[in-house]
């Protein structure tokens, strides 16, 4: 893989898992005493794309997609991590819209029970919501990150079909959704044929994983495996390389707490490269939400690309920082 910037770089976009995470403000990322209503405006002055997370939690509302299209410039792509529930998740009911929890079928756990007629509806209420983005041009890609527990031995990935369709909907050309996968025998070599197979079918992106080392020999981790199955987008998310933080770590901010150096920030640019090779478009997203990892990295990242962010303000950034593996 190449290190070097390609002559053409205008579709790659390069961002982060959220622009609203408490460490990013903690770490001094965000400038001292910035409003939270100002951060979004701040956070698009220096990147083009953002991967939105809090509506894995909860189904966004339109209103506040409206809002987010007016503070930001044209041509900024939101792409949206779907529902919890339509990932296969375990999902309380209040996790719902409020008119859905009481016709919830619920576990001995509490958990939502999934049916077809929920799904649609959830899906459906979770269009709607994010409608403002798709109509103002700012919504890029669907993710749809599966749990873990969705695996080859107990699951098929036909039984996504009517929920990528509906995904996707009905217009040309259909929605860009992207599948991560994070149970490793997907893409292992009993299933990855039928697995890249039927997403090309389905015209889905498979997401491009970079996380802890495979020889971490353990079922969450997954390979790195660069498969174009929707030739107009490819998309790259970064987990951090700490296989202990990944595997251990109790918050979001533990498990992903890992700084890339600048040499593994070349060989993040150099599958990006190799990526924009292939594809119409590529998404890379940074996930080491922990202090403010992801939009350094990031920023590092746009940089080698060659692509110019707006200057930054005085940064107020910790002083020192951690090497990897001191939170155990």
Sequence with gaps: ????????????????????????????????GLPAGRRLPFYAERFDMVELNSSFYAIPAARMCERWVEETPPGFLF??????????????????PTDLRDAAELTDRGNVILTPTLEKEVAGRFLEGIAPLEAAGK???LLLQMTPGFAPRTADLTGLEGLLQQLRGSGAPPRQVVLELRHHDWLGSRHRGQTTAFLREQRVTLASIDGPPADAKHFTIMPAVDEITDGRLAYLRLHGRDAKAYLTGKTVAERFH??????ELDEVLGRANDLAAQADAVHVVFNNNARDFAPVAAEKLRRKLGQVAAARLPSTRLPTRPKQGTLF
């Design 258 to 263: 890992y700084d890339y150096s600048d040499h």
């Design 1 to 32: 893989m190449s290190g070097a910037a390609p002559t053409k770089t205008a579709h790659i976009r390069v961002g982060t898992a959220s622009w609203s995470e408490p460490e990013f403000v903690k770490a001094g990322w965000y400038p001292p």
């Design 139 to 141: 919504l890029g890609a």
């Design 79 to 96: 792409d949206v991590k779907c529902h919890r529930l339509l990932s296969r998740h375990a999902t309380k009911a209040d996790a719902l």
